[in-house]
């Protein structure tokens, strides 16, 4: 994902530095991009002091990490792995007012985040989103692999049924739309979300059912997969590099 962001940043978008605990990823990223390894460097850090925005795109584990460093060094930053923030919403808000900072974070591989926020202006009786993967996408979640057996599946199978809260707790790498979601509206806990393994799709489709007195809002999203990465829907990474877009554009379009 942080390749494809990088790649298409806008002509008045300056990339300055790129940094993975990995680095042959970053090498190989600024050899595509600047023809040499002078984009990299060897410390995140580095990458934060550098920056004007940093953008992160590595896990929910290490999310958080790299925003309170970024935010504690006054940069703002835009933030792909939404669930890592979800524990830690206290110091986010606090350390980004305190640095007059701006956290960005993309609505991901769902619609009707615009309609949810304006909805939450009024209110908001009811969130529930309903999200059907193959079952290869859950290969390495261990909530998964202790519970079910998902290999020749035949028919839809339900991995879970709660509160968005628990669904980025149990499924930190599939599920950052529900965390998006759950920030945007009526909050993690009140947030509802099932998760479904559908041997019969291909894409990853989300659905959302919103009550509110100003209306009821029903969307859904089938998400052609990543040709680079299949565990991510290329929505989410459009999602990414369209906010990069607005954050940039004088004039704004949308709630």
Request: net charge positive; glycine share 6%; hydrophobic share 45%.
């Amino acid at each position: 994902m942080a390749g494809e962001i990088a790649l298409n940043l806008r002509k008045d978008a300056h990339l300055v530095a790129l940094f993975d605990i990995n680095p042959e990823k970053s090498l190989f990223l600024s050899e595509k991009i600047a023809k040499s390894a002078k984009l990299c460097v060897s410390s995140l850090d580095i990458l934060i002091k550098k920056s004007e925005l940093v953008i992160e795109a590595s896990s929910a584990k290490s999310a958080w990490v790299i925003a309170r460093k970024s935010l504690s060094a006054g940069r703002n930053i835009m933030v792909m792995s939404v669930g890592g923030m979800v524990n830690h919403l206290h110091g986010l808000y606090a350390l980004a007012r305190r640095n007059n900072a701006q956290v960005y974070l993309p609505s991901g591989a769902i619609a009707g985040m615009d309609a949810l926020k304006a909805a939450h202006m009024g209110k908001v009786q009811k969130v529930v989103l309903t999200t059907r993967k193959h079952p290869s996408a859950f290969s390495g979640v261990e909530y998964v692999a202790k519970r079910f057996k998902l290999d020749n599946l035949k028919k839809d199978k339900i991995l879970f049924s709660g509160s968005a809260s628990l669904a980025i707790k149990y499924f930190p790498q599939n599920i950052n739309v529900a965390a998006a979601l759950g920030l945007a509206g009526i909050g993690m806990r009140k947030t509802r979300v099932r998760i479904i393994a559908s041997p019969h799709i291909k894409k990853n489709i989300h659905e959302i059912a919103i009550v509110s007195k100003a209306a009821r809002i029903f969307t859904r999203t089938e998400n052609i997969l990543h040709p680079q990465n299949p565990k991510t829907s290329f929505l989410a990474v459009l999602s990414a590099i369209a906010t990069l877009n607005e954050i940039l554009q004088p004039v704004k379009v949308g709630t």
